[in-house]
Every structure is written in C-alpha cells, then in structure tokens.
C-alpha cells in the first residue's frame, strides 16, 4: 500500500493505436462471433445502464467508523474493511454484511461503540438491521470476511478477520449465530492482523477448508503517538508509516477434519514457503483446469503469490514462473483486491489485481500452459493510475456475455486533499466495458452517479441484491454510509443465474464450475468464497446471455467427483437451484416492471 515502485506505462500509445492493438492481439474467430460485434457497435453508445447509489433509501443507515478521519497516525487507520453479500436465512434474497472497525485511543459511552451489522433482505429493494440478537455485533477492527457452509449443515456460515483474533461464526439457521472460534480449532492466543480469508475444498473431500492472509505484525497497544508519527513521508509530506520497514507475516491454511474443527497445516502443505509477505486479499480457482483449487493471494509492496495444487495436500507457490507475480516489468506492486474471470471466454481463468496510486492495476491474461502474460496495456486497463485501488470484479453489468470490471477506489492519505498533488482523498468508481475481442473501454464517464460520487473506499461484493437480473455493488465507504449501487437497465438483455447445492461435495458447492452455452460462445464461472479486497460477493453464479432467449447447455462440474451433470435447452431470464445428484430443483423467474 505505501511506497511502491512505480511505473507509467504507454496508455498515450495504446489509444493511438486500439486498432492495431485489436488486430494483432484478438483472435479471428472472435471478431466473426455476434456478441462481438454487437459489444464493439456498443462502445459509441450512451449506456443504458446506470449506477444508482439507493443505501439510504434501502436502509442502510449505519455509518462505518475507521481510525482518524483528518489524520491517519496508525497503518491501520487506513487499511479499511470488507463487507458482504450472503443469503443467512435461505430464503433466495442477499442479506448483507457490514464490517466495521475503530478509533485509536476511542473510548465509547455504554452501548455507542461501532459494530459490524447484519441486514435482512425484505424482498422489496430494502432492508432491515437485524444485529440486535443476531450475535453478529461485535466490536474491533475487523478487516476480511467469507463465507461457506464448514460443516454441511445446509446453512453458510461467516469467517471474520480481525487485527487480534479472527473468528467463526456458525450460522444456527434461526437468525443467530455462535461464536465457535475455540470450539473449532481456530484460535490462536497470539494475536494477529487477519486480512482476508477464503474458503475452498483443497483436497476435495467434501469439507471446506480455510485460507486466512495475514497483513503485517501490529500490536495495538504500542501504536506511536502522534508526536511520533512524522518520521515517514510521502511526496515529501509527513504520514504514518507502512508497511515497508514494518514486520510482514505469514498466512494460515486450516483444513477441515470433518467434525467441525480445523487443524492449522500451513506448514506441511507448503503455504509458508514463500515466507513473510504483506498479504491481503486471497482467492481460489482452478487456474490450470487441472481439477484442483489453486490459490492467488494479491500482495502489498511485494510480490504476489500462486500457489499451485500438488494434489497431494501440498502447494507450490509458482507466481514469478507463472508470469503473475511482478507486472510486466519486473517490479513488485502494491496489491489489495483480486477479480478472476474468464473474460475472454477461452477457457481460462484470468486475472485483475487492484494497486496503489502512480500505479497501473493489473490484467493477467492466463496462456493455458500454466503462464500468464500482464496485458495491461494492450487491454486498454493501463489508461488509469491516479487512483489508490481496492474492491473489484468482474460482472457483467449490461448482461451481453462478456464480463465487465468495476473497480472501487479510496486514497489512503487524508492529508493529501491540502497538496497539490492532483489526487483526492475520496475518489470516484471506475466501469470498464468488455468489448468482447480482448480490450475493455473505460465507460466511467456514461455510468450514472453511482460510479461518479466520491467516496473514500474500501471493501466491495457484486450480487444481485433485488432478483432482477442485474449484477448491483454494495461498496464499504471509509467513515462514511455505505454505497448500494443498483444496476438499472442490465435487464435489457437477457440472463441466467444458478445457485448450487452441493451433496458429495461441500454444501456450498464452493470450486463447482459451471459452463454455459449460447451457440458458439462458451462462458464459464466457478463458486468462490472470498474475493474483491477482503470481502464476499454472491455464491451464485450470473451469466448475461445478450439477445439469447434460451441456453443451449448448462454444464456443472462438481469438484469432489468432477461428474459432469448437462442441462440443455433452458429458458432465460430465471434464478435456478440446481442440486448435486438431483438436477435442477427449483427455479424462480422474477416480475420485471
């Protein structure tokens, strides 16, 4: 997050030259494809979608509270949160999930300390704050969370990291939630600064394991006071320091026994070879098609990690091989979030990482012989780098089949709004269109007011909150209320969603691919725990299907068998349930207006 290397790369080139760039680097089969040429007619077109920010009126009312809001002394005042969408009640509507962190030296009046807070979803464009008796509002600087169903009891649970000590929170399928941290094998009497987490099945033995980033060793009772604090500099002004010069530490992977605990097998398993590392925000894919999850942990100020899966319990990290470790030229970058997709519909996983400021984020194109290659530039991603990066993914916002990214952006320094800098503490979202032959266009500008306001921010989850068929955003601001974009006008093309159910898998379905086809474009998507910057997007699967009226085939890849289940001939425009064994068990087609 703070000094980085930095480089500025050829985005003056790249417009000069989109149409040799297309040219050389796209594939002819892809410009012959008519979603292609329908993405690419779109690009001169106002865009039917809009962003709006409807938090409050959705009664997401609660502001988050996050260390000085002049004047940050501390790494922690800035590192901000995670935040999340997850169905809690199984009733087929996003919930929500607010983390909520601190103030140095606060000390709070009886009942007024910030907690996090949980919203029920009331099926009608708002919500309510369930907290109260939820178990849930818990006090501190929580950071990451994910979610995924531990033990198979039919109910998603909820990881949280904490700076101090992580915690599971069981879900008991009534509103409530127990703290079984203890109980469960995952506390650890040091504490520690928890980033993000995710779930996945390494094994795939049918449990879900848990992958936890630590970020740095920090003890908050020796924090500098703030005479203390003007020995560090950015661009010449006086700031806090971190995380260079500042202890890094390792990440933890707890696998699953199968009874409701864990045990901590980072060290057998291979996962502190790579060492102390500024680690943020992790998640896992299958990246090589090898059957087995992989992981991508998105690294400050030092390089990013893969890990490979041995098939043995064991991982290598192989991300300098791989290509997806330094950008392209050669450098370290301050990474917080990571968004995987296969946006070029070739079969392979990809890869977007959010950086620091001065600095470029990254798009790794996977080759599909085990490389990556940073294109960056050739994309058209490489136009901006003004922003400090946190929360992205990939979503198809305008539903035509090609996925779109969403980047949500939040300076670290509030002191930087007194400079000359020609950078702001509170910055705008950025929406790049996926043109559907390799590049994406920066549409920012076309997208509403909700991509344009200004917010310092952190955390971000894509879902569909409303079942309306568009991909909305729910964005953690940094002190400030949060920010629930809704996607108006994504609708206007058609759509498939799928939510899994695992049997002979973990209940989650979390590593199932699934693959859906539309004539000769094939688009595919696994089930994820953990993603964006420390926080968790929906666990259903949503494929824009352009002008298509039906899928062709929808295939399901199960990842504890790897059986393969086909669904051919299915109508657009509805929410399936589809369980592992049984087929699809219900479907839920909304009333658009």
Not at 94 to 116: C, H
Not at 365 to 378: A, I, K, L, M, R
Request: glycine share 12%.
């Amino acid at each position: 997050m703070i000094f980085p290397r930095r480089r500025f790369i050829g985005s003056s080139l790249f417009l000069l030259g989109s149409a040799l760039t297309d040219a050389l680097t796209t594939p002819l089969w892809r410009w012959k494809h008519p979603l292609t040429v329908e993405a690419a007619a779109s690009n001169s077109a106002v865009s039917q979608v809009q962003f709006l920010d409807v938090a409050q009126q959705a009664g997401l009312n609660v502001p988050n509270v996050w260390g000085g809001i002049e004047h940050k002394r501390s790494i922690i005042e800035t590192k901000g949160s995670g935040i999340a969408f997850f169905d809690y009640d199984n009733d087929g509507w996003l919930d929500i999930y607010l983390t909520n962190g601190n103030r140095l030296d606060a000390t709070w009046p009886p009942g007024k300390a910030p907690i996090s807070h949980l919203y029920k979803n009331n099926r009608d464009g708002t919500f309510t704050d369930v907290t109260e008796g939820s178990g849930l509002g818990i006090t501190g600087w929580q950071t990451g969370v994910c979610v995924g169903d531990y033990n198979n009891d039919g109910w998603d649970d909820l990881f949280c990291c904490f700076l101090g000590h992580n915690m599971l929170f069981h879900n008991n399928g009534n509103g409530t939630f127990t703290d079984v941290t203890r109980k469960a094998g995952l506390y650890q009497e040091k504490g520690r600064w928890g980033a993000g987490c995710t779930f996945l099945d390494y094994d795939r033995d049918g449990y879900l394991d848990l992958f936890v980033c630590n970020y740095l060793k920090l003890d908050l009772n020796n924090i500098p006071s703030e005479s203390e604090t003007n020995y560090c500099q950015w661009k010449g002004v006086p700031i806090m320091c971190g995380p260079r010069g500042l202890p890094a530490d390792t990440n933890i992977l707890y696998h699953n026994n199968g009874d409701g605990t864990f045990t901590d097998v980072s060290e057998r398993s291979g996962i502190l070879k790579p060492g102390p590392r500024y680690s943020i925000t992790p998640v896992s894919y299958d990246f090589d098609n090898d059957g087995w999850p992989d992981i991508y942990v998105a690294v400050d100020s030092e390089a990013s990690i893969l890990f490979k899966n041995n098939h043995d319990g064991t991982f290598t990290d192989i991300a300098v091989m791989a290509g997806c470790a330094y950008n392209d030229d050669g450098h370290e970058q301050a990474g917080m979030g990571v968004a995987v997709a296969d946006y070029d519909c070739d079969g392979w996983f990809d890869i977007f990482k959010t950086n620091f400021v001065d600095d470029t984020c990254n798009l790794y194109h996977n080759n599909g012989d085990g490389t990556f290659t940073d294109v960056t530039s050739p994309s058209g991603i490489g136009v901006n780098n003004r922003y400090v990066a946190w929360g992205c993914g990939f979503i198809d916002y305008d539903n035509d089949g090609w996925q779109d990214i969403i980047q949500i952006n939040g300076h670290v320094y509030p002191e930087v709004d007194r400079y000359n800098f020609g950078e702001t503490f509170k910055n705008p979202r950025l929406v790049y269109k996926n043109r559907g032959n390799g590049t994406f266009q920066d549409v920012s500008a076309e997208m509403g007011p909700g991509i344009s306001e200004r917010f310092s921010s952190r955390g971000a989850a894509f879902g569909d909150y409303n079942n309306n068929g568009n991909m909305d955003v729910l964005v953690l601001n940094l002190n400030d209320l949060p920010s629930l974009l809704r996607n108006d006008g994504g609708n206007k093309q058609n759509w498939i969603k799928i939510k899994l159910v695992g049997t002979k898998c973990n209940r989650t379905a979390i590593g199932a691919r699934v693959r859906v086809i539309t004539g000769k474009h094939i688009q595919m998507d696994e089930v994820h725990g953990g993603t964006s910057v420390m926080s968790q997007n929906d666990l259903r699967l949503h494929f824009g299907i352009g002008k298509n009226d039906i899928v062709d085939l929808i295939e399901v890849k199960w990842p504890t068998t790897q059986k393969v289940e086909h669904f051919p001939q299915v109508k657009a425009n509805q929410i399936l349930t589809i369980r592992e064994g049984t087929g699809i068990t219900a479907s839920y087609k909304p009333k658009l207006t």
